[in-house]
Structures are given as structure tokens and as C-alpha cells.
């Protein structure tokens, strides 16, 4: 029997192995103890101390792959587990166990910032600690190291949160007002919040309070922001850098770092992503050693930009801030022959046919479910359907890189009350293999914004735009760029309620056109 996606996730989120520990249990301002495992390294201290807040379970979330070497430097200086204590807590409300939840929800924000300040400034008080604190962890990991900070505990030298922005927003769960619905599924497994969002599927009130919560100018620590183009948040890593920053006093406005790899949520800092392998990018243990020896033992580092980012067959780069200067917007208008092209086509109609019973499937991407492929993966299944229009560039002469985020722009109708459509943008090599860049969608009904919908009569067209997530790819001579329109990508995406129909796409007066990105030389 197949396992559920439940135990398979929390399987990988709980595979690291154990190391020797000491249970310490922490005191609160409300006197509710938290539960912790703390590693003390061998010989005398004290040392500075790296926390780590988990909803996951303090046995199994110590970041050994970053801490767990106890060697020296190439000056024989201590390093990794030799030179700091790592604190590893539980969140107040428990752990998540394999196929149970233990209330690990009910930690609210505020609490959770709480929480965070009275951890800081207990480790800083013991005999073992040198007065230096910083935080680590990726994901919700991440998310609470923000709350921490926001709170200012005196002792607090830096942050790195990992693949996970300041907050959660609207665009987060419902990108062009379509429901992520693989993504809100995996949150209900692991926190029980997917009926909340579900009830919201419009930009309302609970929205404007979940965007608004987050006190980004009270971060007063450095911050290095480690982000992936192939996981569910580079936009809100970018976003949440940019906000970060713009709160800040000159002095540590200089000091925050983002760094933006080639990576998907569960694979931070490996090499091997979807269906390629990126030697270069696997930095993510070096730089995370490299910031705690600078923020908390005073250790110089070289000079680097605010912003690391890496190109998918190219590599690292570097920007003083997003969008990067070197930018042009270039312009692909699609055929109805079904090409990207740089000048308009004749005018005229293309049909999308839509059954809600056989949606177009999703083959990759930014997707935390373990049923789902991630990263970048062939998209030959969707471009071979039916109810797939490809338009595609001729083979390349000079490299495209696209740094930013993809529009498209068109017209379009549907016969089915309401349609969703959406894209794939595909790099195509000399074998004709299609992987996914990035994909995006848009609902017809919500076409004049997200706060409320409005009715679609049949044949009348709509005039929509489509935008993906940020990428950095380079497509290379020799390469083709494709387009692949459909009226579903599922199970990322929730399908359309509406009966089985027919969406139609209008080529008229400049439109559809692809808008890139591009990156000069």
C-alpha cells in the first residue's frame, strides 16, 4: 500500500539523524516552560549559540548538515559544531508526529514572537553562552525567526531565515485568483489551515490582515534571506528583502544579504533539482557557517553585493537591487500558426477546449506536495494533449536571459461561464526536451481585480494578463522558447468548477504578447 503524503512528508522533514543532546526546559514570562535540546560542543566555554524554533519536533531538527561537523578551520580555528551551541525548541503548542498533529497551530504570531524573545535572552543568560544568539531554519522555521526579531531581545545578533518570506498573502494561495491547491493541501496536513483559506478565495478583510501583520522596520539585526527560484516563495523572499532593508538605518541596511539559488523547498542547498544538477550552487551549508562566524564571533567576511542570485545554466551573479539595473522588457507576440515571434501575426481565433474531468497535469515546479515532481521537469505530457495550444521561437541564435518575472497579455472568451487559463513557459533543447521555467495562471471572473468576481456571458472577451513567478534562466543558443496554454494545470491548481467548455484565444491589435525580462550583457 502506497504510503499517504502525510508520512511521506513528514518522513523527509524528519529524516536527519539524531546527535547527542540535553534536554533544558526554558522559562516564559507566562510561566508555560518550553521543551528544548541543546548541544553543547566539547572542551570549555562558553560559546556564541545558534537557536532553532520547530514546529517539527526538537529530536530531529538540529541543522547538523550546517553544525553537526565538529573540525577546525584551515587556521586551526574551531569550526561547525566546535564552535557553537546549538538550542533546538519545541513551539509551545508541540510537534508534529508522523499521521498526528499535537495542536501545533495554535502558537499564534504574537505568542510566537513572544516566545522567541524570552528563548533569546534565556540561552544569553547561561553560563555556556558568550552573549551572542542568532537564529536559524528554513520554512516555518523561517517564519518565526522574523516574529523574534520583531521583539528586539538585546542579545539577538542575526537571523537567517530559509525559503520563507515575512508573511503569507493573498497572491501566495490564489496567484492570478486561482486557488494553489496542492500547496493549501500540504499546509492542512501539516498545520490544519487549509479550510481557513479555502473561505477566503477572494482579497478580503483576512487578507489585508495577514498582509498587514508583518512589522518588517522592527527587524534590527542582520538578516540573510535564503531563497529558491523552484520553491513556493521567491517573490515574497524578494519582497521580504526589499522591506527589510527599506526599515533599516544605513548602517544595517548595508548588512542585510539575499541569497536566491536554483533551488526547490526541500532541497536548499543541493545540487540536483528536478531534472538537473547544479554543481555551483551547492553553498547554502558555507554561507550560513560563513554569516554566524561574522554576526557572532566577529570573524571578517569578503565584501559581497546585497544580492546573490543564480542563472540556471549560467550561474552566480550578483545585484545591488531587485529588479536588477541591466533589465530591458522585450516583447514576443504569439501567431495564430503558433509562433513567438517578434513582430504580430494575422488576426484571428484559437480554441482551448476545458474538461474538468481530465485537466492538463502538473509536471513540476514550485510545489511542496511529495505526491507532486518539483523543480524543472519535461513538459512533453502537457504540450502532447488536446486541449494544449503551443507556440514556440525558432531555434535561438544568441542566449535569452530572462531575470524577473513573465507576462502575457490576450484576449480571450470561453462558453463554460468562467474559465481559468494558463501558461507554461518552457526551455526547449536540441533533443526536445521542454522543461518548465515557470508557469502561471489567471480566472477569467476576476479579470478587474481579486476583491470580488463578475460574471462571464458567453463570447464576450476578456482582456487578461498572466505573470509567473521570478526566474533567472539563461536559454541558450541552439534552444527554443515554448509557451504552452491550457485551461487547467492540475493538481497545483485547483480545476475550475465550471462544466466542460471551450475558451478562445483572439489575436487582434498586438495581442497575445509575451513580455520578457531580459538581462543584458
Known amino acids: 500500500m502506497p504510503k499517504s503524503p502525510w508520512v511521506v512528508l513528514c518522513a523527509a522533514l524528519l529524516a536527519s539523524p539524531l546527535l547527542a543532546q540535553q534536554e533544558v526546559r526554558i522559562p516564559t514570562r507566562d510561566a508555560a516552560p518550553l521543551e528544548a535540546l541543546l548541544h553543547l560542543p566539547a572542551g570549555d566555554g562558553p560559546w556564541p549559540v545558534v537557536v532553532v524554533q520547530t514546529p517539527y519536533g526538537k529530536e530531529r531538527s538540529l541543522p547538523e548538515h550546517i553544525f553537526g561537523e565538529v573540525y577546525e578551520d584551515s587556521d586551526g580555528q574551531p569550526a561547525g559544531l566546535a564552535a557553537y551551541a546549538v538550542l533546538v525548541v519545541d513551539w509551545r503548542s508541540g510537534a508534529l508526529r508522523l499521521g498526528r498533529r499535537q495542536g501545533a497551530t495554535a502558537s499564534n504570531g504574537r505568542q510566537q514572537a513572544r516566545d522567541g524573545y524570552d528563548v533569546v535572552e534565556w540561552a544569553a543568560s547561561q553560563e555556556w553562552c558568550d552573549g551572542n544568539v542568532g537564529c536559524w531554519g528554513p520554512s516555518a522555521l523561517g517564519g518565526v525567526q522574523y516574529r523574534t526579531a520583531e521583539e528586539q531581545p538585546p542579545h539577538l545578533r542575526c537571523i537567517v531565515p530559509m525559503v520563507r518570506g515575512l508573511g503569507w498573502g493573498y497572491d501566495t494561495f490564489y496567484p492570478g485568483g486561482v486557488e494553489r491547491a496542492a500547496y493549501i493541501d500540504t499546509l492542512g496536513l501539516l498545520f490544519g489551515v487549509d479550510r481557513l483559506f479555502r473561505k477566503h478565495p477572494r482579497r478580503d478583510v483576512l487578507w489585508g490582515l495577514v498582509e498587514g501583520a508583518a512589522r518588517p522596520e522592527q527587524i534590527e539585526v542582520p538578516a540573510l534571506l535564503i531563497g529558491g527560484w523552484f520553491d513556493m516563495h521567491p517573490q515574497d523572499m524578494l519582497d521580504s528583502f526589499a522591506s527589510v532593508r527599506a526599515g533599516a538605518d544605513p548602517e544595517l541596511r548595508a548588512q542585510h544579504r539575499l541569497l536566491l539559488g536554483p533551488w526547490e ?18 553553498i547554502v551549508e558555507a554561507e550560513v557557517r560563513r554569516w554566524f562566524d561574522q554576526h557572532l564571533r566577529g570573524i571578517e567576511a569578503p565584501p559581497s553585493a546585497p ?14 537591487s531587485w ?12 501567431t495564430v500558426e503558433g509562433d513567438l515571434a517578434d513582430a504580430e501575426g494575422e488576426a484571428g481565433s484559437l480554441a482551448l477546449p476545458f474538461d474538468p474531468a481530465d485537466p492538463s497535469p502538473t509536471l513540476g515546479g514550485n510545489n511542496l506536495s511529495p505526491q507532486l515532481a518539483h523543480g524543472p521537469q519535461d513538459q512533453a505530457e502537457a504540450a502532447a494533449r488536446a486541449d494544449a495550444q503551443i507556440f514556440e521561437t525558432p531555434v535561438l541564435q544568441e542566449a535569452l536571459r530572462l531575470v524577473g518575472r513573465v507576462r502575457l497579455t490576450l484576449r480571450a472568451s470561453t462558453d463554460a461561464g468562467d474559465a481559468d487559463l494558463h501558461l507554461r513557459l518552457c526551455d526547449v533543447d536540441a ?14 471572473s476576476l479579470e478587474a481585480g481579486f476583491r470580488r468576481s463578475r460574471t462571464v456571458p458567453a463570447g464576450e472577451v476578456f482582456e487578461l494578463q498572466i505573470e509567473t513567478l521570478p526566474v533567472a534562466w539563461k536559454v541558450e543558443p541552439g534552444h527554443r522558447l515554448r509557451l504552452i496554454l491550457t485551461g487547467s494545470n492540475a493538481p497545483r491548481y485547483a480545476v475550475h468548477p465550471q462544466q466542460a467548455g471551450t475558451h478562445t484565444v483572439h489575436f487582434e491589435t498586438g495581442l497575445p504578447s509575451l513580455e520578457l525580462p531580459l538581462l543584458l550583457e
Do not use: S
Open 323 to 334: 529588479p536588477v539595473e541591466e533589465i530591458r522588457n522585450h516583447t514576443l507576440y504569439l
Open 431 to 444: 533533443e526536445g526536451r521542454a522543461l518548465l521555467i515557470a508557469d502561471g495562471a489567471r480566472r477569467m
Open 307 to 320: 544580492i546573490r542570485y543564480y542563472v540556471v545554466h549560467e550561474g552566480w551573479r550578483e545585484a545591488d
Open 265 to 282: 523547498h526541500m532541497k536548499v542547498g543541493k545540487a540536483e533539482q528536478g531534472a538537473l544538477r547544479f554543481e555551483q550552487a551547492a
